[in-house]
């Protein structure tokens, strides 16, 4: 419901009749709305979280000193991209609420910011190291550009397919995830001043 209707687009009392509970059971286990829509986001987020952060680790210790862009965002983005997880409705939901909750100028940015800032912090220092010479503020824009793009593709709205004709379907989650890697990785890179890459003069 969340995912379909947003946060304010629900009430305690429509989620409780579809979960065929009284809706006092709902106060008491999560006391207010915020409360069970935290319990329902920090659910699926801490499984999510857990899985990127030991990718990115164990992606570190595997190439030590030869890290790539390409490299850290595969660690970054698999748990994500799971093709499986795509075809499971309530991991589905999630990715949808999810980029609802990121264009939320109300309160998604507090919301993604307290859920998400270690992981994507991890993301930005393994992508510093492949780059070293990259200027902070640059890293952290292009890490806002690959968030949007990643926003869109994870809300499945359907755009993709009217556009290109069916040509390409917003929900082939195999065909988007190496494109992904691929133009964020350029998008990076592009941001990065020529003089500052390694081997440029």
Same mark, same amino acid.
């Given at each position: 419901?969340?995912?379909?209707?947003?946060?304010?687009?629900?009430?305690?009392?429509?989620?409780?009749?579809?979960?065929?509970?009284?809706?006092?059971?709902?106060?008491?286990?999560?006391?207010?709305?915020?409360?069970?829509?935290?319990?329902?986001?920090?659910?699926?987020?801490?499984?999510?979280?857990?899985?990127?952060?030991?990718?990115?680790?164990?992606?570190?210790?595997?190439?030590?000193?030869?890290?790539?862009?390409?490299?850290?965002?595969?660690?970054?983005?698999?748990?994500?991209?799971?093709? %499986? /997880?795509?075809? &499971? $409705?309530?991991? !589905?939901?999630?990715?949808? #609420?999810? *980029?609802?909750?990121?264009?939320? +100028?109300?309160?998604?940015?507090?919301?993604? %910011? /307290?859920?998400? &800032? $270690?992981?994507? !912090?991890?993301?930005?220092? #393994?992508? *510093?190291?492949?780059?070293?010479? +990259?200027?902070?503020?640059?890293?952290?824009?292009?890490?806002?550009?690959?968030?949007?793009?990643?926003?869109?593709?994870?809300?499945?709205?359907?755009?993709?397919?009217?556009?290109?004709?069916?040509?390409?379907?917003?929900?082939?989650?195999?065909?988007?995830?190496?494109?992904?890697?691929?133009?964020?990785?350029?998008?990076?890179?592009?941001?990065?001043?020529?003089?500052?890459?390694?081997?440029?003069?």
């Amino acid at each position: 419901m969340f995912s379909q209707h947003g946060f304010h687009g629900v009430t305690l009392r429509e989620i409780a009749a579809g979960a065929r509970v009284d809706t006092a059971l709902l106060h008491y286990y999560f006391q207010h709305k915020q409360g069970l829509f935290d319990a329902v986001w920090a659910r699926r987020v801490a499984v999510l979280n857990v899985e990127r952060m030991v990718a990115m680790d164990n992606y570190a210790r595997a190439h030590a000193g030869a890290l790539t862009i390409e490299g850290a965002l595969e660690a970054f983005l698999g748990p994500l991209t799971d093709p %499986a /997880r795509h075809r &499971d $409705p309530g991991w !589905r939901n999630f990715f949808a #609420l999810a *980029a609802l909750v990121s264009n939320s +100028a109300v309160w998604g940015g507090e919301v993604m %910011a /307290r859920f998400f &800032d $270690p992981v994507v !912090r991890r993301l930005i220092d #393994l992508i *510093a190291q492949a780059i070293p010479l +990259a200027r902070r503020e640059e890293l952290f824009w292009s890490y806002h550009m690959l968030s949007g793009a990643l926003m869109l593709t994870l809300s499945n709205n359907g755009r993709l397919d009217l556009l290109s004709n069916d040509l390409c379907h917003t929900s082939d989650i195999e065909q988007m995830a190496p494109r992904l890697v691929k133009f964020c990785a350029a998008g990076f890179r592009a941001l990065v001043q020529p003089a500052e890459l390694p081997g440029t003069c």
